[in-house]
């Protein structure tokens, strides 16, 4: 298959996640406020208001994570529930385009999430932005995110269609995405100036989130042939 | 010794040792004996961590035989995935050897821990190597319920060796990101001793046997493991009808 044909398919299943996502609102309705939740719940559990300032960089990933594996979860229910993905098979469409296409889809909900639950963090946690944080944030958090993207959505294409998937998932992925976390919490809490840190001290992570977004996103491109087509 | 597919003789269907197993196993056991003989009577106590320095000599051993059992894994996935013939025999060997990796990883974080108790003062160190550790044993455990997901046996082996292979990728950067994250952060070092231990002549040839005898068992389990799964994918394979006219066979055979 030729490589303009790929970007299409690609294009195509990344218009219709979206566009399933758009209309069943379960993003806005139901993972946001759960998000949401989390964030006020890490707030009773760890009473005080200099302790959730200092941890709401690590709180507010570790809600992105939880909440993720339910997106993730969906992102790949709603294709095995009516064989889509086998349809998308017979139609000839080349595995590593859907993969492509899946793993932005999922960026593009997660960045949502992100943004929602910074927002709460301002809010809640009473953290603030500096100006000198605000591209280090940012970066780090896109690429973050796109690393996380490209595991979950190789484990959940991994896990589809298979019974007790729902459990499996989070014991795959999690592991693999420990470096996320630890990077994204640093990165931020450098943005963010939290605990005395200067924002210099984030870049190197940066460069660790790069580098697992880009092996991932390679691997999982390479992978999800395999994985699917059996 | 090589991994043979069990066939339906009868030599088979009664176990997975052959004169080649046995002779290994004699020889770890063997070995075993000997490692507790330097380990707890001949090799002496430590300087400074007394005789806790002994639990040395199962985990070090513990930990090499686990890394070596993943790296089989990863190495039999690879033959699996990208060989011509997509050997289900490189996927059992695959699992075998890390459901050994797995109980090993176990055994030297339970030990490590011990250790770490006695010697630092704490259970666990967010060091790069403990985490790293730590992760890598979860993943594997996660490599182990993938290997129990529903389908054909195609498709088991197919989605484990690409997870097999996925986990070598992460290991790397677990690593680097965890050393990263604890060369950061400087906080108060609760080593009370010094990390390295001065080994002696006796110390280190203790070690030497452990090695050795924890290598032969891990090639003497992943045989007999290996041809435990490829009888149960046979037992699968033939169904019932066939393990029980194997057994009438036996049976007439034997009146």
Not at chain 1, 94 to 106: I, Q, R, T
Not at chain 1, 165 to 183: C, D, N, T, Y
Not at chain 2, 46 to 62: E, L, N, T
Not at chain 2, 170 to 175: D, K, S
Request: proline share 3%; charged share 15%.
């Amino acid at each position: 298959m030729s490589s303009p044909n790929r970007l299409r398919v690609a294009q195509i299943v990344f218009a219709k996640d979206l566009r399933i996502e758009r209309r069943s609102k379960v993003l806005t309705s139901q993972i946001m406020p759960f998000a949401v939740v989390t964030l006020v719940l890490f707030a009773f559990a760890l009473d005080g208001d200099v302790i959730l300032q200092r941890t709401a960089p690590g709180l507010v990933w570790l809600a992105m994570l939880f909440s993720s594996m339910i997106i993730v979860q969906r992102s790949f229910a709603v294709e095995t529930a009516d064989g889509a993905l086998d349809a998308l098979r017979v139609a000839g469409a080349d595995m590593s385009a859907v993969f492509l296409g899946k793993w932005l889809a999922l960026v593009v909900q997660l960045l949502l999430l992100e943004l929602v639950l910074l927002v709460g963090a301002v809010v809640m946690y009473g953290i603030e932005l500096r100006g000198s944080g605000i591209v280090l944030l940012v970066t780090s958090s896109i690429s973050a995110t796109c690393g996380l993207s490209a595991v979950s959505t190789i484990y959940a294409g991994l896990a589809s269609g298979v019974r007790g998937r729902e459990s499996l998932l989070p014991l795959l992925v999690l592991p693999v995405a420990s470096p996320v976390l630890i990077g994204a919490t640093r990165a931020a809490e450098a943005s963010f100036g939290t605990g005395g840190t200067v924002t210099s001290e984030g870049w190197p992570w940066l460069g660790v989130l790069s580098v697992f977004a880009v092996v991932f996103g390679f691997g999982g491109s390479l992978a999800f042939g395999p994985l699917i087509d059996d | 010794m090589t991994i043979d597919t069990p066939t339906s003789t009868t030599a088979s269907t009664r176990g997975t040792s052959t004169p080649a197993t046995r002779v290994l196993g004699i020889l770890t056991i063997a070995m075993t004996l000997w490692l507790g003989v330097f380990g707890l009577l001949l090799s002496p106590a430590d300087r400074d961590q007394g005789d806790a320095v002994r639990i040395m000599y199962v985990h070090v051993p513990s930990v090499w035989l686990a890394y070596l059992a993943f790296i089989v894994t990863a190495l039999a996935s690879g033959v699996h995935l990208f060989g011509k013939r997509h050997s289900l025999q490189a996927d059992r060997v695959a699992g075998a050897s890390a459901e050994i990796g797995v109980v090993f990883m176990a055994v030297t974080l339970v030990t490590g821990m011990l250790w770490g108790r006695i010697t630092w003062g704490v259970y666990w160190q967010w060091d790069a190597r403990l985490t790293t550790t730590a992760l890598l044993f979860i993943s594997y455990v996660g490599y182990l319920a993938v290997r129990g997901l529903e389908g054909s046996r195609e498709q088991r082996a197919r989605r484990s060796a690409i997870v097999g292979l996925l986990a070598v990728l992460e290991v790397p950067l677990v690593h680097w990101s965890v050393k990263l994250w604890r060369s950061l952060h400087q906080e108060a070092t609760v080593l009370g001793t010094d990390l390295d231990v001065s080994l002696d002549g006796l110390m280190l040839f203790s070690l030497f046997v452990g090695v050795v005898a924890f290598t032969l068992l891990f090639v003497w389990l992943l045989l007999h493991r290996s041809r435990m799964l490829t009888m149960i994918d046979l037992s699968a394979e033939s169904g019932l009808d066939r393990a029980l006219a194997q057994r009438r066979a036996e049976g007439g055979a034997s009146i």
